[in-house]
Structures are given as structure tokens and as C-alpha cells.
């Protein structure tokens, strides 16, 4: 871990994150009475210190491979190597919590990072278990099993993906209206077609099944949300609905018949995560509960809740597929975020800077999760890329 040197000032600096050269530069204020081993194995963050306020710090063991004092009840002091001694008077606060500075730069956008260490328990058989549990193409209710990108320029935005993720795009025929496949091993991985709504902006869409799309259309007038375009065939491959939740935040629904969904997950340069960003999460995902079903799993953090979600069928863990943040400040729109599996995130990065795309969001690593980049194509839709660590034995 780099521990204040260029490359954490450069982080901190890219998300406008105050930088100080002081070892209290990077510390979470965690109320007094507060249950810290609790907290600690809520945060599941790896390189997290948890100790007391006024304690000698000759006394507190430095071990690389300890974490916090939750995962080691038997030597409550042990603290990470990257720990820093948080002297007394630092804090009015009885405990405080320093995270590597990874996951301070994530603090300011909450992702699939943090959604992937709260589930997974973030150590330990745990891990391995959780380097699993992202989306499969065994689709359920509430399932995302389809994914489209709305594009003012179908060919240009067909070359960005080809350059970027190594897709082909397939038209789907000439009554399609301009609608194809992205497929990847001779597999669809997603789907593009052009804008159909009137001052639409270039935006990924997910899907998620449904067994009865007009019943789910229903659903979601019933409980606050809007029905864009009314349930319809889509040929013989299926039915469709797009909606929008109450918050704003656009989706749609299909109901398979001869088309079940993507023959990609989770792989390489193939969807991995679908994450909400809301202005009202614990809003969103009641409304998302009555409409599917989906379960979810809740974690505190400073100054945010992440929620991970579930489909209602299943282990808990080994049906979530995504997650729910939080807005990170007024700038940032209500929508749900793709992301993508990669084999390098700075190859890809620099592929999607060469190919007309930005970065909305520098390249961080997320210990025990991975190394992940949030970006936009040359004509602003964004997406994620994720390259996942390796399962821990």
C-alpha cells in the first residue's frame, strides 16, 4: 500500500478529496458506544484498524497479515500494518477506524466494491465463496437478463465497444429498425439499437425477467412508478415493457420465450453488476421488492448505505447480482450502472480513451475485490469495468 506518496495524492486529488502529510490524514470517525466489532465485521474493509482512543501504541502489535480486531477476538489490539496510531484527543469519538485509501477514493462513489466485501464477509473461506456469487444466465424472477445500449449513432458506438471490449455487433435483420447483438465468442454479451424516445441521451438500459410483463407494467404504476412503453412482442423472441421507478431511474423487463437472455456473465468483457444510484435508496429498493420480489442485505458505511441485492429465489449470497448507493453529490444523475468483467482495466481504460471515450472516474484497486474504472463512451453513456481478484484459498 502506498502510504502517501504520489500515487494516493493523485487519487485523493482526482475525486477532490482533501490530501494532508499527517498520519491522521485518512481516518472515519466512529461514534462513541458504538459496538466496533460489529462495525468492523459490517465493514469487512481488509485494511481496516479499529483501535482505542488513548492507547500506547508501543503496545499495539503490527502484523501484516491481522486485519481488524473483530476477525482476531483473540488479540483484540492487533491492528494491519497499514494502521496508523490515532492519539488521545484526536477524536471526541470513543473508536476510530482508518481504511487503506483505496477505499476512502471509493468512499466518494459507493460500488460494486463495497457491495462485494459486505456480502462476502470480506475474509477468509468467505472471499472464495463471494468471487462466485456475481450474475450467472441461470435467470429468475427479477433476474438482470438482457442488456441494451441506446446509441444517436448505432455503426460509430458498434466500433467504440468492438475497440474497447472485443464485441461484434450482429443486426438482428431488416425489420429490426436497426437493432443487433454484441456478441463476444459468437455469444450475445448485450444488445444496441438507436434512440426511439424523443431527447433520450445515449444510456445502457438492464432488464430484468419477469414471467408476465404485463402484470410487472401493472405493478409498477401501483407502487409509484411509470410505464414508458407498454408491454409488446418483440417478434418470437419475447415480451417487453420499459419502465422507470419512482425515482427516476429507467429499466425495462422481459418476459423470454424464444430468446431466454444473455449467453454471457460474469466473464470476460461481459455484464458482471448492475448497480442503482438514487436520490431515496431504502425507497427504491421497497419499491423494487414489491415489484420482484428481490432480497437485500444492508451495510452501514461512513456517511452512505450501500444495499446488495438478491432475487427472491435461492441462498441470499449466491443470488445477489447488484447493488443500490446513494447520489454522491447534486451533479450525479439517478440511473442504473453496467458493469463489465475485464481481463485489465488499464488496457481498457486506455482503449477507451483512444476510441473516443472518457473516464469518469480514475482506475482504483479495492483490496480483496479488485481493480475497477467507472466510463463513458464518445457519447456520454457510462459503465463500469471490474477486473475481480483472484479467488483467496
Given amino acids: 500500500m502506498d502510504r502517501g ?16 502529510d499527517s498520519e491522521h490524514a485518512d481516518l472515519w470517525n466512529v461514534p462513541g458506544g458504538a459496538d466496533i466489532d460489529d462495525l468492523a465485521r459490517r465493514s469487512a ?27 482476531n477476538p483473540a488479540e483484540p489490539g492487533t491492528r494491519s500494518a497499514g494502521c496508523r496510531w490515532v492519539g488521545k484527543g484526536s477524536s471526541p469519538f470513543g473508536w476510530i477506524a482508518r481504511p487503506s485509501p483505496a477505499c476512502l477514493v471509493r ?11 459486505i456480502h462476502a464477509g470480506g475474509t477468509g473461506a468467505n472471499q472464495s ?33 468492438a475497440a474497447v471490449f472485443g464485441w461484434e455487433f450482429q443486426s438482428a435483420g431488416p425489420d429490426s429498425g436497426g437493432y443487433g447483438f454484441f456478441q463476444k465468442d459468437g ?22 425477467q419477469t414471467p408476465d410483463a404485463d402484470a410487472t407494467a401493472k405493478a409498477v404504476e401501483q407502487h409509484g412508478g411509470r410505464v414508458r412503453s407498454a408491454p409488446f412482442d418483440v417478434f418470437e423472441a419475447g415480451r417487453m415493457a420499459q419502465l422507470t421507478d419512482p425515482g427516476g431511474a429507467d429499466f425495462a423487463v422481459w418476459q423470454p420465450a424464444a430468446v431466454k437472455g444473455l449467453e454471457k456473465a460474469s466473464e470476460s468483457d461481459a455484464l458482471c453488476w448492475a448497480e442503482l444510484h438514487t436520490g ?17 442485505q444492508a451495510m452501514d458505511m461512513p456517511g452512505m448505505t450501500y444495499t446488495v ?46 476510441s473516443g471515450g472518457s473516464v469518469l472516474m480514475p482506475a482504483s484497486d479495492i483490496p480483496g475485490v ?8 464518445p457519447f456520454g453513456a457510462p459503465f463500469a469495468v471490474l477486473k475481480p481478484e483472484p479467488p483467496q484459498q
Avoid at 107 to 117: G, Q
Avoid at 280 to 290: C, E, L, T
Wanted: net charge negative; with cysteine; hydrophobic share 35%.
Fill in 187 to 208: 455469444k450475445t454479451v448485450a444488445a444496441l439499437g438507436p434512440l426511439m424516445e424523443e431527447g433520450a441521451s445515449s444510456a445502457w438500459t438492464v432488464y430484468f
Fill in 370 to 377: 479488485g481493480r475497477m474504472c467507472w466510463l463513458a463512451d
Fill in 309 to 354: 441485492l438478491s432475487t427472491g429465489e435461492g441462498d441470499q449470497q449466491d443470488a445477489s447480482f447488484g447493488g443500490v448507493a446513494g447520489l454522491q453529490g447534486d451533479a450525479e444523475e439517478t440511473r442504473w450502472i453496467p458493469y463489465f468483467s475485464v481481463d485489465d482495466v488499464d488496457e481498457t481504460v486506455t482503449r477507451t480513451q483512444e
Fill in 280 to 296: 431515496d435508496p431504502a425507497g427504491a429498493f421497497g419499491f423494487y421488492k414489491a415489484v420482484f420480489g428481490w432480497r437485500s
Fill in 129 to 161: 465463496k463471494e468471487h462466485s456469487t456475481m450474475l450467472t444466465t441461470d435467470f429468475v424472477t427479477g433476474s438482470p437478463n438482457w442488456l441494451d445500449l441506446g446509441s444517436p449513432d448505432t455503426d460509430a458506438a458498434a466500433a467504440f465497444y
Fill in 107 to 117: 468512499a466518494a462513489r459507493v460500488s460494486v466494491a463495497d457491495a462485494r466485501l
Fill in 5 to 20: 506518496g504520489s500515487r494516493r495524492r493523485r487519487e485523493y486529488a482526482a475525486h477532490g478529496l482533501p490530501f494532508h
Fill in 45 to 71: 474493509l481488509p485494511d481496516c484498524c479499529f483501535t482505542e482512543i488513548g492507547r500506547d501504541p508501543a503496545t499495539v502489535p503490527r502484523s501484516p497479515a491481522r486485519r481488524s480486531p473483530a476477525t
